[in-house]
Antibody, heavy 120, light 111 residues
Framework: QLQLQESGPGLVKPSETLSLTCSVS??????????WGWIRQPPGKGLEWIGS???????YYNPSLKSRVTILVDTSKNQFTLKLSSVTAADTAVYYC????????????WGKGTTVTVSS | QSALTQPASVSGSPGQSITISCTGT?????????VSWYQQHPGKAPKLMIY???NRPSGVSHRFSGSKSGNTASLTISGLQAEDEADYYC???????????FGGGTKLTVL
């Protein structure tokens, strides 16, 4: 059974780069059945799509974040990584990683989420 | 790319049925049958409830159903139960550049 686990610093300073890793267990990140996605949720607000990566390395980003976002995949470690540069307080959120079904674009496996606070 | 539009809140009494709408455009909801719905309880990760407009994953109650007409998708919950009280989000495929867009979310209160 596929499981995802987010990890990374819980506190990031303004203007710095947020970096989170999603570790995949119970399956291979090289599987062609999924895109590997990142979603965030600011406190008290709704879900926001950040972007995703296919095992081939092709990426898909939310246009509103595209200039600051990089998603990478490391098949040797069965992980994928989110990098968000030049963060501000508005980037404070719970960050989730999730699988995105390759053919039907739904997210059926989610990590538990990790809280990131942007503050000096 | 704008978020899909959902009502901020809906409510219903136990046993009743409610419907949550999700309005997009011909570039997302109206253009593809790739609408999914998620339930989120406080402090928890979202849970997939409906995919491909009207399909339920294994283990999801038959009380949950989905539909679509034009640019608007809908989630209907029949026979409301207390445990259905949660936030609900729709999402849609939105093309091969961005991939996915979410709705703003709807808070369901079971009275």
């Amino acid at each position: 059974q596929l499981q995802l686990q987010e990890s990374g610093p819980g506190l990031v300073k303004p203007s710095e780069t947020l970096s989170l890793t999603c570790s995949v267990s119970g399956g291979s990140i090289s599987s062609s059945n999924y895109y590997w996605g990142w979603i965030r949720q600011p406190p008290g607000k709704g879900l926001e799509w950040i972007g995703s990566i296919y095992y081939s390395g092709r990426t898909y980003y939310n246009p509103s974040l595209k200039s600051r976002v990089t998603i990478l995949v490391d098949t040797s470690k069965n992980q994928f990584t989110l990098k968000l540069s030049s963060v501000t307080a508005a980037d404070t959120a719970v960050y989730y990683c999730a699988t995105v079904n390759e053919y039907y674009y739904y997210m059926d496996v989610w990590g538990k989420g990790t809280t990131v606070t942007v503050s000096s | 790319q704008s978020a899909l539009t959902q009502p901020a809140s809906v409510s219903g009494s136990p046993g009743q049925s409610i419907t949550i709408s999700c309005t997009g455009t011909s570039s997302d909801v109206g253009g593809y049958n790739y609408v999914s719905w998620y339930q989120q309880h406080p402090g928890k990760a979202p849970k997939l409830m409906i995919y491909d407009v009207n399909n339920r994953p294994s283990g999801v109650s038959h009380r949950f159903s989905g539909s679509k007409s034009g640019n608007t998708a809908s989630l209907t919950i029949s026979g409301l139960q207390a445990e259905d009280e949660a936030d609900y989000y729709c999402s849609s495929y939105t093309g091969s550049t961005t991939l996915v867009v979410f709705g703003g979310g709807t808070k369901l209160t079971v009275l």
